[in-house]
């Protein structure tokens, strides 16, 4: 099968910064996105990236590295609004199919 | 006005029955997807459609069908209904298929009893 992990859940205090990761074995690869899902909504885009290395996207930054299969997202001057699942997803090569993790549940704390 | 427009947004079904889930998007997008998110499992993929045409069927039950009457709709015509099944469905889009940002419409949650 696709493997895509993400832990369960992550805790972490306002003002301060988290990070995801997120571990992947597939059958292929094609870039790694990820997204944000409230409870109860659905999973809004957040960032895309195939190269290794650290995308910084202000208050979202992502690594990716390819040969181990490793990828996180930083969120950093964390607010409560940010409290919510942050998913990753493997696009295949052909480039159609997204293979998602369960997604890991951030708390932030006052 | 929101871009995808996912009906109902919650229906109740009995076992061995046929629904079908309803999914427009005014976004101008050529590619349209389905997703299942079940309770505890990941967003798992199940078609991709390119101006109307079936890209990837991921799903190994016939009981889901896809339907595109235009390029704007994706229904999703489920038949013989069995528990398993619930689950929120979400219907999701991009500008063009494989893009790298996809929009994803509010779900239906469907419950089948």
């Known amino acids: 099968g696709q493997g895509v992990e993400q832990p369960d859940n992550l805790m972490s205090v306002e003002g301060t910064f988290a990070r995801v990761n997120c571990t992947y074995s597939?059958?292929?690869?094609?870039?790694l996105s990820w997204y944000q899902q409230r409870e109860g909504h659905a999973p809004v885009f957040l960032s895309y990236v195939v190269l290794d290395g650290l995308k910084d996207s202000g208050h979202f930054s992502t690594f990716l590295s390819r040969s181990n299969g490793y990828s996180y997202l930083l969120l950093t001057e964390l607010q409560i609004k940010d409290s919510a699942s942050y998913l990753c997803a493997v696009r295949m090569p052909n480039y159609n199919v997204l293979y998602f993790g369960s997604g890991t549940k951030l708390t932030v704390e006052p | 006005d929101p871009k995808i427009i996912q009906k109902p947004k919650y229906l109740v079904a009995v076992t061995g029955s046929e629904k079908i889930l309803i999914c427009e998007q005014y976004l101008g997008h050529n590619a349209m997807y389905w997703y299942r998110q079940s309770a505890k499992k990941p967003l798992e993929f199940m078609f991709s459609y390119s101006y109307q045409k079936l890209m990837d069927n991921q799903t190994a039950s016939s009981r889901f069908q896809p339907q595109s009457s235009k390029k704007n709709h994706l229904d999703l015509q489920i038949t013989a209904l069995k528990p398993d099944d619930s689950a929120t469905y979400f219907c999701?889009?991009?500008?063009?298929?494989?893009?790298?940002?996809?929009?994803f419409g509010p779900g239906t949650r469907l419950t089948v009893l």
């Open positions: 999701a889009s991009s500008q063009e298929t494989g893009g790298r940002e996809q929009y």
């Open positions: 597939t059958s292929g690869f094609n870039g």
